[in-house]
């Protein structure tokens, strides 16, 4: 049985190498774990709409980070219906079109800040310290009443749960530190309710330890995902100055690109599992009872079934289903407002700095094949 693939050695913005070789098949894990692997875009939405693949799953289950420890109270990305749907349908008001369209004004203002702090840092400045990660850890901050100079209590530790290379012990340590954060701050708000999203939940009926894992898990949903998508599609751009010059002509054509930046990125790819909570049928292959079923979303977005040319970067192009928000029940709540962050963050970057430019060869970016999200770490940049 072949490994799961995970060589991105060929071009750092495709999938790992053999990726879509065989569109249901049975790979190990670097633990030795066999799993299905998923890479047909109409078999990953089969699996994903369907919930008797249970997102169920019981800690302990290392290589995956957010499964290898216990799955906590209110942590609905990790739960079935009704469970699932009783927590989700506490926020899904919260994060539609209209909502988020009500944050506009002030993303623009925090990435006006943080392009003026960015000006002012020493050359070569690293996009991700001074503007792609700062963009959504202010916002999701202030949209949950999180306060953001606090941020050492809580960034380390939810980039930490996402490593791939974590040991048990050090994921559940950072989860620990994670939810006694947010149990402090959740005490502090019942003391004294201030403005944001969570502490409109204090008197939605979730105890205290549902409401800690439903921060938890908003907080590292909202940080790492977009921050990684600004950084990374800022340098698939200054790769590719065509598809750039399309995306500075308006605020249409910058709308347009970001689904097709997120369909090429594809940043969280094989990282969410299911688990047949039955014996199941899949492409003409029974799935047993147990067993479990990753989706190479990144692979599923490259299917020649869902898009022509879908090796090509095309900005342009009308927005195809992808799949790299997920698809069904768990599909990605925040999506609303990645997109909103994405479309303000990449045209103000390319017009205050026209001039940008990678300060380094393409080969010394330290590229985040070592986390369950993919990125970069660090992107050294001039102008
Ligand atoms: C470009 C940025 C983002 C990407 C690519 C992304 C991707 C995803 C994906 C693939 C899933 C599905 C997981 C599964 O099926 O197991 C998901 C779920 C989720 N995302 Fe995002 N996400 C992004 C940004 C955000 C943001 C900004 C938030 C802020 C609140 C967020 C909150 C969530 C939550 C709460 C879930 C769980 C939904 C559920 O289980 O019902 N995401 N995301």
């Known amino acids: 049985m072949r490994a799961i693939p995970t060589d991105r050695g060929t071009c750092p913005f495709d999938p790992p190498a053999g990726m879509a070789d065989e569109p249901l098949s049975k790979v190990r894990l670097s633990n030795g774990d066999q799993v299905w692997l998923v890479t047909r875009h109409d078999l990953v939405r089969q699996v994903l709409g369907d919930t ?3 997102s169920e799953i ?7 980070p957010l499964h290898a420890v216990q799955p906590q109270p209110g942590m609905f990305i990790q739960m079935d219906p009704p469970e699932h749907t009783r927590l989700r349908r506490l926020l899904t008001g919260r994060f539609t079109v209209q909502r988020m369209q009500r944050l506009r004004p002030r993303i623009e203002q925090i990435v006006t800040e943080r392009l003026d702090a960015l000006e002012r840092a020493p050359r070569p400045a690293d996009l991700v310290a001074e503007f792609a990660l700062p963009i959504p850890s202010l916002v999701i901050c202030e949209l949950l009443g999180v306060p953001y100079a606090e ?3 809580f960034q380390e530790a939810g980039a930490r749960l996402l490593t791939l290379t974590g040991t048990q012990e ?5 989860m620990m ?6 149990a402090e701050l959740i005490a502090r708000k019942r003391a004294e309710p201030g403005e944001g999203l969570l502490d409109d939940l204090l008197d939605s009926g979730l105890s205290d330890e549902e409401l800690v894992g439903m921060s938890i898990l908003l907080l590292i949903a909202g940080h790492e995902t977009t921050a990684n998508m600004i950084s990374l599609g800022t340098l698939l751009l200054l790769q590719h100055p065509d598809q750039l010059a399309l995306v500075r002509q308006s605020p249409e054509a910058a709308r347009t690109a970001v689904d097709e930046l997120l369909r090429y990125l594809s940043i969280v790819d ?3 599992f299911r688990r047949a909570s039955t014996d199941l049928e899949l492409d003409g292959q029974i799935i047993r009872e147990g067993e479990f079923v990753t989706c190479s979303l990144a692979a599923a977005n490259r299917d020649p079934a869902l898009l022509d040319r879908p090796e090509e970067l095309e900005v342009s192009r009308p927005k195809a ?3 790299a928000f997920g698809f069904g029940p768990h599909q990605c709540l925040g999506q609303n407002l990645a997109r909103l962050e994405m479309e303000i963050a990449y045209p103000a970057l390319f017009r205050r700095l026209p001039d940008l430019r990678l300060a380094v060869p393409l080969e010394k970016v330290p590229f985040k094949s070592d986390m369950a999200i993919y990125g970069v770490h ?3 940049v001039e102008w």
């Open 270 to 272: 094989v990282g969410m």
């Open 170 to 174: 050090e994921l559940e340590e950072a």
């Open 378 to 380: 660090r992107l050294e």
């Open 58 to 64: 019981d800690g302990g289950f290392l290589d995956v």
């Open 321 to 323: 289903p992808h799949v």
């Open 177 to 182: 530190r994670l939810g006694g954060y947010l």
């Open 151 to 153: 941020r050492a209590s």
């Open 52 to 54: 008797r693949f249970s």
